[in-house]
Every structure is written in C-alpha cells, then in structure tokens.
C-alpha cells in the first residue's frame, strides 16, 4: 500500500482533458512540493513536473500540475495517444524523513 | 547532459547480497543527492535510500537494517548493497540523481538510470 494515493487507472479519447489525482496527508503533500514521473513501458521514470506546477524544458504545456492542502492533480489537455502511459506522484514524508511515490496511475487514450 | 548507468548481477541467491553500481557520466558526482529507486515486477516505485554528495546517507526506515549506499568519487560512481534478500526483493532498480537543492524536501529525481532487472532465486 502507498502512501500516496492514485487511482490504478484513467482514460480518455483523443482531445480530452484528463487529470489524475495523488492524495496524501499533512506530513507529505500538505508540507512539501509534489513531483510527477511518467514512464513508459519498459523504460525508465522520466520527470515530468516539478515543485508542483514546473514543467522541466521539453515537457509540453499540456501538462499542468497543482496542488491544494493535503492532494496534487495532474492534467494532460489535448490528450494525445502518445501520453498512453503510468504517471507517478511523490513527495517528501516528514515522519518517515524520506520519499514517498504514488502506486501510479495507468493513462489509456482510447 | 549527465547521464547513470546501472551495472551488477541480474541474479541474486535468496539470504546473499544484492550489490549495484551507478556510474555517472557527464557531469562530477561532488554534489547532489544519489538516489537508488527500485520497482517491482508491475508494481510501483519505491526509495531505497541516498547518499549526499558530502557522504551522508538516509535510507527507508522499511530497508535500513539491510541497505548501504556509497560513493567512489575517484570512479564518479556510487553503489548500493542490499543483504538478506528474499524473492521479495526482485526488482528493476534504477539509479537517479536527486536535486538542486541542498534542502532534500525540495528536490526531484532527474535523471534516471536505464534500470537493471534484479532477480531473486536459488
């Protein structure tokens, strides 16, 4: 069981908005900045936001990413086939001094 | 741009040591946070630990008894070491580089190693 909290999977078709959500508590997400990762099959992690709301160069805007009290929302506008993927969530815990990840989120763009 | 590699054995006997090494490449290991990731087989990620550039490590409080992580300036390379290992212990490892900052709480992980599939069995 993770400490923080997605859903196991989300669709959309082509052109839709999309937001996957990561629920956490007040020593993770309620105190520090939110991270997502996406990752293709077979195929490393790669950082696609940070502190929240900050697209690493390359990362087309749209993707956004927010945050409010102790849960973070990513969102895909624009949904395209090739943001079919698994997209992990993670931040800092307070109490157990280390990082948490999100047990991750399958995108199927139907 | 900096890159990690992952390198050690894809197969590990139950009760041994599991032993890895990250070699960084384009860019000096005499800073940031080196971090060791694992996955298993189609489950989520979970942080094993990191080592500062400075020597200082953390690990998961649900690994520490088992886990060293290290660092070989000399070689731009840190390394992990899991003991005990059990099938549950199976899993792609990935090596990443966490920072800017020296405040850990307000880094990332960026980039990431290829990862290697570790497999536990007699």
């Known amino acids: 069981q993770s400490v923080l909290t997605q859903p196991p999977s989300a669709s959309g078709t082509p052109g839709q908005r999309v937001t996957i959500s990561c629920s956490g508590s007040?020593?993770?997400?309620?105190?520090?900045?939110v991270n997502w990762y996406q990752q293709f099959p077979g195929t490393a992690p790669k950082l696609l936001m940070y502190?929240?709301?900050q697209r690493p160069s390359g990362v087309p805007d749209r993707f956004s990413g927010s945050k409010s009290g102790t849960s973070a929302s990513l969102a895909i506008s624009g949904l395209q086939s090739e943001d079919e993927a698994d997209y992990y969530c993670?931040?800092?815990?307070?109490?157990?001094?280390?990082?948490?990840f999100g047990g991750g989120t399958k995108l199927t763009v139907l | 741009q900096v890159q990690l590699q992952e390198s050690g054995p894809a197969l590990v006997k139950p009760s041994e040591t599991l032993s890895l090494t990250c070699s960084v490449s384009?860019?000096?290991?005499?800073?940031?946070?080196w971090t060791w990731i694992r996955q298993p087989p189609g489950k989520g990620l979970e942080w094993i630990g990191y080592?500062?550039?400075?020597?200082?490590?953390n690990y998961n409080p649900s690994l520490k008894n088992r886990v060293t992580i290290s660092l070989d300036t000399s070689k731009n390379q840190f390394s992990l070491r899991l003991s005990s290992v059990s099938a549950a212990d199976t899993a792609v490892y990935y090596c990443?580089?966490?920072?800017?900052?020296?405040?850990?709480?307000?880094?990332?992980?960026?980039?990431w190693g290829q990862g290697t599939l570790v497999t536990v069995s007699s």
């Open positions: 080592i500062y550039f400075s020597g200082s490590t």
């Open positions: 007040s020593s993770n997400i309620g105190t520090n900045n």
């Open positions: 384009g860019g000096s290991i005499s800073s940031y946070y």
């Open positions: 502190r929240n709301d």
């Open positions: 993670a931040a800092w815990d307070d109490s157990l001094n280390g990082w948490v």
């Open positions: 990443a580089r966490g920072g800017p900052y020296d405040f850990p709480p307000y880094n990332w992980f960026d980039p």
